[in-house]
């Protein structure tokens, strides 16, 4: 007979409470004679028996099936309990059973039994038991305390179980895990215990190989390549990077130290409100932040309660630097004389122009990157009449500037460095008449992304440039390689110590780069250049100019031809850039730290030299020092 599934539960409420009225009749004095007094007023059937009868099922029949199943289990017992062995009897009562088993078994669960008692001796149950024992047991007593908690509280499977952590009932199996204190643990917990089992082991095992190589790759696009063993210093510094959240202050550490702990902590994304202050001290005058993405305003303005004499305030990625923080700098009064700030974008037109106006006379250089909502023509022009003593002025990705705010820039008579980079057109002529008119007194020209800028200014930066130092003029299409060379010829400027000509090409794909007369830097105006300031040259970017010939390159870096002071190099996506011309670099730069060359398909298995970073490469073989006869990598 089967009863159905959704029937089940309501059958054993209905057996359980006529169970009950037995025990009651039984129990309670004059409950029978009720029972019998309702039962002679009450002659038809029971609700439990109509129940069972609409279901086609029948009352008698289930109670003669028990009656009979109870009769057979006593029997049965009856027989077993005259027949046993004494002993056995006494090990099954105990749990457990005897089984024939080998010696080497019987080792195994001894060695098993012995490392479960002694991991029970140190739970938490055992010592609250151990506790609970009146008197002062011995070693024996603690054997068997130990002994009695592991073969009461180790169910086997099939039984059901409180999970150790969550205390969550499970069915134990013979895979169930077992917990910190000696309990079982369901599945869930047992998977999480496995997986932090793993990460443990995997911290103390160290990085991988692949890992290792990942930093490797990373510490070279930052230009650091690392022979040998780390000095202590740098040891001390990525320690303390590594444990940042649980150091409460720097101390006394010098500037250098702490600008080089914001840089990492930039680049590993760490840098909080609670981090901040660790780089604030009220005896510093300089506060240089590389990510300020998770600052909010009260933090910037915390800088300046901490830091009151702030000289030099560099901020990136400085979304949340709002009107409020420049109302507290002027409130406060603070000494700023060098301000950069990257993507400041919900300051005010209003409140630029107000800054500049009250304490522009003390600044000196001015940076501002990523502005795309405010900072227009007008603003500008505040800026050019209230800092008459303004030094360095660089202004990139501002989308409000144009052609008006050239015409202001050619006022300014003081400016030792420009960099520029606007997002709309401007007009070459604008251009050509700021070289004109303030190009005597530069040190440093960085003309970014002026498209329409032709060979004009390049004549122009001839004429009236003596003093550069730093030149650098990209993303241009129109100014030809004619241009260029001409510059270079015969240039009364002293030799460039930084020279940046990237993506200086034509941008037509069908323009042949063996063209007679190209467009951009090419052949001509490389050789021009390295005849010029080689000797000087310390940085060097020619990436993406394609237009240079393969024999132009290897009459420059030729072996013979040295160029003492060229550390930096960047000659990403030059085709003409091969094995031959990469070996020739490494010989005529003796002071080689740094050469990046993406894009550059046919290096292959070139020979780096000892503390050099090639980046780019993955084809390129590491180099091997020779020292008294013994390679070492």
């Not at 930096?568 to 730069?589: K, Q």
Request: glycine content about 4%; charged content about 30%; some cysteine.
């Amino acid at each position: 007979m089967v009863i159905p599934n959704a029937d089940i539960t309501v059958f054993h409420l209905f057996l359980h409470a006529s169970l009950f009225l037995k025990k009651s009749a039984a129990v309670v004095p004059g409950f029978q004679n009720v029972c019998s007094t309702q039962r002679q007023c009450y002659q038809g059937p029971s609700a439990l028996t109509d129940f069972l009868a609409s279901h086609n099922i029948s009352a008698a029949q289930i109670r003669s099936d028990y009656e009979r199943r109870r009769a057979d289990a006593e029997q049965q017992a009856g027989s077993r309990d005259a027949t046993a062995d004494p002993e056995q009897v006494e090990q099954e009562a105990a749990g457990t059973p005897e089984r024939e088993e080998s010696a080497e078994q019987k080792k195994k669960r001894k060695r098993k039994e012995d490392a479960a008692i002694a991991k029970i001796k140190k739970s938490k149950e055992y010592q609250r038991r151990k506790i609970q024992l009146s008197g002062e047991p011995g070693e024996d007593d603690d054997d068997e305390l130990a002994l009695d908690i592991y073969t009461k509280s180790k169910p086997l499977p099939g039984q059901l179980e409180n999970c150790e952590n969550c205390e969550k009932r499970f069915t134990v199996t013979p895979y169930s895990k077992t917990g910190p204190d000696g309990g079982l643990l369901c599945t869930k917990c047992s998977k999480a215990q496995e997986d932090e089992r793993k990460k443990t082991a995997k911290a103390k095992k160290g990085p991988t190989i692949r890992e290792k190589r990942r930093k490797v790759q990373s510490n070279l696009l930052d230009g650091l390549v690392t022979r040998g063993a780390k000095s202590l210093l740098e040891h001390c510094v990525e320690k303390v990077a590594d444990s940042i959240n649980d150091i409460e202050e720097f101390g006394d550490l010098p500037p250098a130290l702490l600008n080089r702990l914001s840089q990492i902590l930039s680049k590993r994304r760490v840098l909080t409100p609670r981090t901040l202050d660790l780089f604030l001290r009220p005896d510093v005058d300089k506060v240089a932040i590389y990510d300020c993405a998770r600052l909010e305003t009260d933090d910037y303005i915390r800088i300046f309660s901490i830091v009151p004499n702030v000289e030099k305030l560099d901020l990136r990625y400085a979304g949340q630097f709002k009107d409020s923080v420049l109302d507290y700098i002027l409130e406060r009064k603070v000494p700023l004389r060098d301000l950069r700030l990257d993507a400041a974008n919900l300051v005010s037109d209003a409140k630029w122009r107000e800054f500049f106006g009250l304490v522009g006379y003390r600044l000196e250089s001015v940076e501002l990157s990523w502005l795309d909502y405010a900072f227009d023509n007008e603003t500008t022009r505040h800026l050019v009449a209230a800092c008459p003593n303004l030094r360095h002025l660089k202004l990139k990705k501002c989308f409000h500037l144009g052609d008006a705010s050239l015409d202001l820039f050619a006022h300014f008579e003081t400016l030792q460095s420009i960099s520029l980079s606007f997002m709309t057109p401007t007009t070459p002529a604008k251009l050509t008449q700021l070289i004109l008119s303030a190009g005597s007194g530069l040190q440093q020209l960085s003309l970014r992304r002026f498209q329409d800028a032709d060979d004009s200014l390049l004549d122009a930066i001839h004429q009236t440039c003596s003093k550069l130092d730093k030149l650098a003029i990209t993303y241009n299409d129109r100014c030809t390689d004619a241009g260029y060379a001409a510059l270079f010829d015969h240039w009364k400027n002293p030799a460039l110590a930084t020279a940046n000509f990237s993506s200086d090409r034509d941008v037509d794909n069908d323009a042949s780069e063996d063209a007679d007369d190209p467009v951009g830097f090419a052949s001509s105006g490389f050789l021009a250049l390295m005849k010029h300031s080689g000797q000087r040259l310390n940085k060097l970017n020619i990436s993406s100019c394609r237009h240079i010939a393969r024999d132009a390159l290897t009459t420059v870096f030729d072996g013979k031809k040295q160029y003492p002071m060229l550390k930096d190099m960047d000659v990403s996506f030059v085709s003409r850039v091969d094995t031959t011309v990469a070996a020739g670099i490494f010989r005529s730069c003796p002071s080689i730290k740094k050469v990046v060359a993406f894009g550059c398909f046919d290096v292959r298995d070139v020979i780096v030299p000892p503390g050099v970073a090639l980046i780019g490469i993955p084809t390129a073989q590491d180099s091997i020092v020779q020292e008294g006869g013994t390679s070492f990598i």
